[in-house]
């Protein structure tokens, strides 16, 4: 009985809350449903706004994420290292 | 046996350009055999890319630079336990993540935040717990938001766990397929989805918050 719960959390044929929509956000933006489970999911988004919302704000905040950018290593640095690595191989 | 003909070019000392696979592989052969010149070159071909994947976990210049030297203290001395198996620099950069790793485990938690406070709540009947939800990316000013956002983000990634940052990072920040984001960490692919989804929900939450809405 546990078991067969655990599975149909994962893998609903049937998505009819937002709190099961939710936990599928990260599989359906990898591809990663099966045919019925991303038709149920979408179908759902066809009905509640708020998972749509929802969905939107994920994605973006992803993007957010992957535009982080980082300087590179400073060059002062670069020689300290190198100056370091230097007194302690050998 | 260190090979003779392969002599360590110009270009493979400065760290301009590409090192080709044969190359690379002489080099390393050299740098078990404990040749300075051939570590050098590969410390300067692949500095930038350790610092900035250092950088990334630990979130500061002094903290990167340690995990550099120890990095390539770590090449150096242990370049024998490199059996080419995978590539180096799938090698280097699991090394570096790993002290990485280290480095933010050790340091002292100041504030604990809780994740939960920025998890979506739901109701009885599994339906969002404070509707309507906003969707703020309609109305946001990408321009003066990016900035902002991403000044939101980095805090928001200093206080997840190290192991739910790594996750974030490797997937989000470098395009890392979760397959191997569980080889390189060491857990399964459905352990990287959860802290992946978790992280990201609290990202979300963030943010949210930051724009005047309940991240709930
Ligand atoms: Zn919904």
Redesign the interface.
Known sequence: MVKKAQVMRVNPKKV?????A??L???YL?GELDSKTKRAFEEHLMVC??????L???????K???????????SE??K???R???D??? | MIPRRHRVTKKELSGKGQLSGEDERLLIQRVKAGDQKAFEAIFNHYVSRVYRQAFKLVGNEADAEDVVQEVFLLVYRKAKLFLGKSEFSTWLYRLTANVALTKLRQRKKDKVVSLDDYMPKFRRDGHHLIRPVVDWTQDIDKFVAVKEFNQIIQQAMDQLSPMDKAVVMMSDMEDMPNPEISETLGITVQAVKARLHRARLFLRGRLTDHLGYSPT
């Open positions: 009819d809350t937002c709190k099961q939710t936990s956000i990260l599989d990898t706004p708020d998972c749509v919302s929802f939107n704000s994920y994605k973006e905040t992803i957010f994420t992957l535009s982080l950018s980082y300087e590179d290593i400073p640095m670069k300290r290292i190198r370091f690595l230097r302690n191989i050998g």
